[in-house]
T-cell receptor
Framework: QQQVKQSPQSLIVQKGGISIINCAYE??????FPWYQQFPGKGPALLIA?????SEKKEGRFTISFNKSAKQFSLHIMDSQPGDSATYFC??????????FGQGTRLTINP | DAGVIQSPRHEVTEMGQEVTLRCKPI?????LFWYRQTMMRGLELLIY????????DSGMPEDRFSAKMPNASFSTLKIQPSEPRDSAVYFC?????????FGPGTRLTVL
C-alpha cells in the first residue's frame, strides 16, 4: 500500500510536443504529491508539487493534474524542449516527510 | 548557499570494509534524509531525522547500516561491513518544511 506506480518507464517526445507521465498510488492517507527532476550525475530537484485539495497546479510549462477518486496524478510538460531531457520521479507522502518515490521515467526530447 | 554537501563523491572499497558517508545539510533546515538509489529498486528512503533526532529508520536494510546526526550541521551514514549489494548512489537531502533539497550523492562501489 506504500507503493507509487509510475509509467511509462521511458518516453521520447519531439521538441514542442507535450510530455505526459502518470502515477498511481494506493494509500489514501497521502496528502503531498511532488514531482522531481533528475539530470545524470545530479541529485533530484523539486519541480512542482500538489496537495489533494486542488485538481490542477500549473507552473510555467509544467502542470500537475490530480484525480483523488482515481488515486492518480500526472505531470504534463508543454512545449517540451531538449533541456527537459531528464529522469522524472513522482512521489507521495503523508505530511511531506517520508516520500515514497515512483520508479522514474527517462524522458528524451528530440530536437 | 552551497546547498547540501556530501562527501566523498565517489567511494570504491572492498567487501568487508567499513564505509562512512558524510552530509552537511543546508543551514537552517531541521530535517535530514538519507536515500539510496539503484536501478533495480529506484530511490529508497533509508532514514530521516528531525532536529537531529532519528524519526524513522524502517528503511535501513540491515544492522550493518547505521546513521547519526550529532549536530544540526553534520550527519553520517555508516556501512559495516560493506557488501557488493550495497553498491548504489547514496543521497542526503535536507528540508525546512516540505521541499527536500538533495545533495549531489555519493556513488559507492563495493568490490
Amino acid at each position: 500500500q506504500q507503493q507509487v506506480k509510475q509509467s511509462p518507464q521511458s518516453l521520447i517526445v519531439q521538441k514542442g510536443g507535450i510530455s505526459i507521465i502518470n502515477c498511481a498510488y494506493e494509500n489514501t492517507a497521502f496528502d503531498y504529491f511532488p514531482w522531481y527532476q533528475q539530470f545524470p550525475g545530479k541529485g533530484p530537484a523539486l519541480l512542482i508539487a500538489i496537495r489533494p485539495d486542488v485538481s490542477e497546479k500549473k507552473e510555467g510549462r509544467f502542470t500537475i493534474s490530480f484525480n483523488k477518486s482515481a488515486k492518480q496524478f500526472s505531470l504534463h510538460i508543454m512545449d517540451s524542449q531538449p533541456g527537459d531531457s531528464a529522469t522524472y520521479f513522482c512521489a507521495a507522502s503523508k505530511g511531506a516527510q517520508k516520500l515514497v518515490f515512483g520508479q522514474g521515467t527517462r524522458l528524451t526530447i528530440n530536437p | 548557499d552551497a546547498g547540501v554537501i556530501q562527501s566523498p563523491r565517489h567511494e570504491v572499497t572492498e567487501m568487508g570494509q567499513e564505509v562512512t558517508l558524510r552530509c552537511k545539510p543546508i543551514s537552517g533546515h531541521n530535517s535530514l534524509f538519507w536515500y539510496r538509489q539503484t536501478m533495480m529498486r529506484g530511490l529508497e528512503l533509508l532514514i530521516y531525522f528531525n532536529n537531529n533526532v532519528p524519526i524513522d529508520d524502517s528503511g535501513m536494510p540491515e544492522d550493518r547500516f547505521s546513521a547519526k546526526m550529532p549536530n544540526a550541521s553534520f550527519s553520517t551514514l555508516k556501512i559495516q561491513p560493506s557488501e557488493p549489494r550495497d553498491s548504489a548512489v547514496y543521497f542526503c537531502a535536507s528540508s525546512p518544511a516540505n521541499e527536500q533539497f538533495f545533495g549531489p550523492g555519493t556513488r559507492l562501489t563495493v568490490l
